[in-house]
């Protein structure tokens, strides 16, 4: 960025040009092409042998400690990556440019994270988090003609604080244990339904079999007794003398030895004890 006497006469790229000496053009380098990041809850010390990065011991907890929506205490911590897109509104339309990018950064990251559950916050909720947080403070900064362009907006360590991290365990693990409660219900529920529904159309296909069986048997007696009373219409003796043998002959192979005794005649109890004693020999034998 190029200046004459103090002020701004145009924008030139990296390369060769020319202009005035002896402090009547003068030249500020902006980094418009380099991307720029602010870091909230912790600070990046440098980059240790093997690209391992070093970050402060020091704690932020007035930056990353934050209330959710449900009265939870959980620590954020979060980077806001940004590049200058207008130098003259970078240096020139405000003061304080980045401090102003921090102090909304923070305002809207807190006002998300307060109006969303703790348990979201940790687990499903980042992605959302950071899309919101990235277009509203790139909304707000656009309305204050800073000249700063939002690339990124990245969750880093979202955790409970020290102080309340055992109790969180524990609620973290009665949830868990509550899920696999509900999980294994869930299974009895889905094992249980379909054998109970089973067993209720065996037995209602069952009772459907019976009830036509019972009919069509009482059709098929129905149809024979009408039968049978068409039969004895015609001949009444021969047909009643024909369903007495039919049942007599039915009913004498299970009756067994029958004996008739005359009155006044010798009791044959003595013959059946010979027979009775001749079977048992037989037997025995």
């Known amino acids: 960025m190029v200046k004459r006497f103090g002020a701004v006469i145009g924008i030139t790229d990296p390369g060769l040009h020319f202009k005035i000496p002896f402090g009547i053009d003068q030249v500020q380098r902006v980094a418009t092409e ?3 990041k602010q870091e909230f809850g912790f600070r990046t010390q440098g980059t240790r042998a093997g690209d391992s990065t070093n970050y402060s011991g020091q704690q932020f907890e007035d930056e990353s400690l934050m209330l959710t929506g449900d009265l939870n205490m959980i620590d954020v911590e979060w980077v806001v990556q940004y590049r200058i897109a207008d130098p ?3 240096l020139y339309e405000m003061r304080e440019s980045t401090r102003t990018l921090r102090d909304i950064s923070e305002s809207v990251m807190r006002r998300i994270v307060g109006n969303m559950l703790g348990s979201e916050v940790l687990t499903v909720g980042r992605v959302e988090i950071q899309q919101k947080a990235g277009g509203e403070i790139q909304e707000i900064m656009d309305g204050y003609n800073a000249g700063i362009r939002i690339n990124t907006v990245e969750m880093q360590d979202v955790v409970p604080p020290p102080a309340v991290q055992p109790a969180f365990n524990e609620v973290n693990e009665a949830r868990q244990e509550r899920e696999r409660t509900i999980n294994e219900a869930q299974k009895r529920v889905n094992q249980e339904i379909p054998n109970a529904e089973g067993a209720a159309l065996r037995t209602v296909a069952e009772a459907e079999r019976y009830a036509t069986e019972r009919v069509n048997r009482a059709l098929g007696e129905s149809a024979r007794f009408s039968a049978v009373l068409a039969e004895y219409l015609q ?4 047909t009643r ?6 049942t007599i002959n039915e009913v004498l192979p299970n009756i067994g030895q029958v004996l008739v005794v005359q009155d006044g005649q010798m009791s044959p ?8 004693r001749a079977g048992n020999a037989g037997d025995d034998e």
């Open 34 to 36: 380099r991307v720029l």
């Open 88 to 90: 003259i509104e970078f």
């Open 235 to 238: 001949a009444p003796e021969v």
């Open 241 to 246: 003398s024909r369903l007495y043998l039919e």
């Open 269 to 276: 109890l003595p013959l059946l004890d010979v027979n009775r």
